[in-house]
């Protein structure tokens, strides 16, 4: 899901969005952030109690995420209205999506691993963030050795889904996505501060992705180490 809106191509042009704007632009972009996430915690909330039917639906459940992902938000792009409805109903689809690992973790006595997840993704989002913004460096070429990365980590988490089944791997591949997504915050941060993005939803859905993903391999990680399994 982190595929959506990047470019991986081409290196983002200085200039891009009018000096003045920019400081305009990220302040919507983190709001509709803000926003998103105060959307997948509406999801998550309101399907709690149907968690055993989230699970039996889950693959449907991912694949209207992917649809919105890829389609939904294409379609409506730049289409004011449009494109913020379709922001919310697939950011809060994907806290639908997150039901099933929530509930297993407050089944397991380990609710505590979902505040504590996400008090460090904040944490290390925010940190990156503001290396990003702040750093003179050019991470704009980062973007098909992440790509080629994301790939690798889709295979290796299919591979061991459905054929290895381990549990060594599965906290191999958490790890790895993890940071991956670190590094994805620092390469979709900089190319928003450098105009990359055409409006505040593109931008805001890119970094949605990362914090999300992030998120979810801590609390994943959080809760293996913290749990008896």
Same mark, same amino acid.
């Given at each position: ?8 191509? &081409?290196? =983002? ?6 000096? +003045? ?10 709001? !509709? ?22 699970? &039996?639906?889950? @693959? ?10 890829? =389609? ?7 289409? $004011?209205?449009?494109? %913020? ?14 039901? $099933?690992? %929530?509930?297993? *973790? ?35 070429? @980062? +973007?098909? $050795? *992440? ?22 791997? &599965? ?28 409006? $505040?939803?593109?931008?805001? =859905?890119? %970094?949605? *992705? ?7 391999? !801590? %609390?994943?990680? *959080?809760?293996?180490? +913290?749990?008896?399994?």
């Amino acid at each position: 899901m982190a595929l959506y809106d990047r470019n991986y191509t &081409h290196p =983002v042009e200085a200039g891009y969005v009018k000096e +003045g704007s920019t400081v305009n632009f990220m302040k919507q972009t983190y709001q !509709l952030l803000a926003a998103s996430m105060l959307a997948a915690a509406a999801g998550a909330y309101a399907t709690m109690p149907y968690a055993e039917t989230v699970m &039996h639906y889950r @693959w449907f459940i991912f694949g209207f995420e992917l649809f919105m992902l890829f =389609v939904g938000l294409g379609m409506t792009r730049n289409k $004011p209205g449009l494109n %913020l409805a379709a922001l919310f109903v697939f950011t809060f689809a994907t806290g639908v999506s997150l039901v $099933p690992l %929530l509930a297993k *973790l407050i089944g397991m006595g380990n609710g505590a691993v979902i505040g504590n997840a996400f008090l460090m993704t904040s944490v290390l989002f925010g940190a990156l963030s503001l290396f990003a913004i702040n750093s003179k460096s050019d991470y704009s070429n @980062w +973007g098909k $050795p *992440l790509f080629i990365t994301l790939i690798v980590v889709i295979i290796a988490s299919l591979v061991n889904v459905f054929i290895l089944q381990s549990p060594m791997m &599965h906290v191999i591949i958490t790890a790895g996505i993890l940071l991956l997504f670190s590094f994805f915050t620092i390469y979709d941060t900089q190319n928003i501060a450098n105009g990359a993005y055409d409006s $505040p939803v593109d931008a805001a =859905v890119s %970094l949605y *992705l990362d914090f999300l993903n992030m998120f979810t391999a !801590l %609390l994943q990680m *959080l809760g293996i180490f +913290g749990g008896d399994d």
